[in-house]
């Protein structure tokens, strides 16, 4: 994109909130900051005004996203409305933040943040803490599915070999390459996938997200292109969920989630490649 520098991001200002951005609205009623860190941290030492997500951070029930019914009434107790924009952070490459950003589109609600660089960026800049838990007041929240933020398995198996999609598995080399078998999924492949590890979006200093130019060229040594469809799975949607928001981040307009992922294929009995198939075609 002409005039565009390498640190521009497509999306950038609906979808990130910087440290800066972030301390200068911490009294903005308007805001809901969401804590999605697992551990016990939260009691310890959070942001000012940050609430915890009351639930595990997967946000998965009996192997898929959790239910519309679920879901709503879980944001109506986080103080999250309509209205709400939600910043949400966590200390493990904001893969629990970028959950959430993801369940929250896919029910409807776009007004959400994912803090760059999360908290270990927060703290490294010893910007403002506090400690203790913060008890929202309960808005009314409506879940809204939006069916093209999420693909089914007959879904993926319809796009192998379709020029205008992507399938990209972002799972770890060890996974990639695995040829054991475990007690919940077989080694290999959906046939015809491409691979990216989810946490090389990630600046492992800095913790934010990389540059676009940087995150674009990745994508395209992966085979995706911002005219395709991308479809990114994991073992079970999570990791696939922050590859979409970086994709989205770098102006990929055409992407799903492949919330079953491996687990849900693995179970389905269709066809799986290895890696080393992949890499003899």
Not at 87 to 101: H, K, P, Q, S
Not at 119 to 126: I, K, P, Q, S, Y
Request: charged share 20%; net charge negative.
């Amino acid at each position: 994109m002409i005039g565009m520098t390498d640190s521009t991001y497509i999306s950038g200002d609906e979808m990130l909130a910087t440290t800066g951005w972030l301390a200068g609205h911490l009294n903005d009623p308007g805001i809901r900051i969401v804590d999605t860190r697992k551990d016990e941290g939260y009691l310890t030492s959070h942001i000012p005004g940050a609430i915890a997500l009351h639930a595990p951070p997967y946000l998965r029930e009996n192997g898929d996203v959790l239910g519309v019914d679920a879901f709503a009434a879980l944001m109506s107790g986080l103080g999250i409305g309509h209205d709400t924009t939600v910043v949400a952070y966590d200390d493990g490459n904001n893969l629990f933040a970028a959950r959430l950003w993801w369940v929250l589109n896919y029910y409807g609600h776009s007004r959400v943040k994912v803090l760059d660089g999360g908290w270990d960026l927060w703290v490294a800049e010893a910007r403002p803490v506090e400690s203790g838990f913060v008890a929202p007041h309960a808005r009314e929240f409506t879940a809204d599915r939006q069916d093209d933020w999420i693909a089914e398995t007959a879904y993926v198996q319809t796009s192998i070999g379709q020029p205008e999609r992507v399938i990209l598995d972002v799972r770890s080399d060890e996974e990639w390459s695995r040829i054991e078998q475990t007690n919940t999924t077989q080694p290999g492949h959906i046939p015809g996938a491409r691979h990216l590890v989810w946490s090389d979006v990630i600046d492992p200093e800095t913790k934010r997200f990389k540059p676009i130019n940087t995150l674009r060229r990745m994508f395209s040594e992966a085979g995706a292109a911002p005219d395709k469809e991308v479809i990114p799975y994991c073992q079970a949607g999570i990791r696939a969920a922050h590859t979409i928001f970086a994709l989205k981040l770098a102006g990929f307009g055409k992407v799903r989630n492949y919330e079953g992922s491996w687990i849900a294929w693995s179970k389905s009995g269709l066809s799986v490649e290895s890696a080393m198939a992949s890499e003899n075609t």
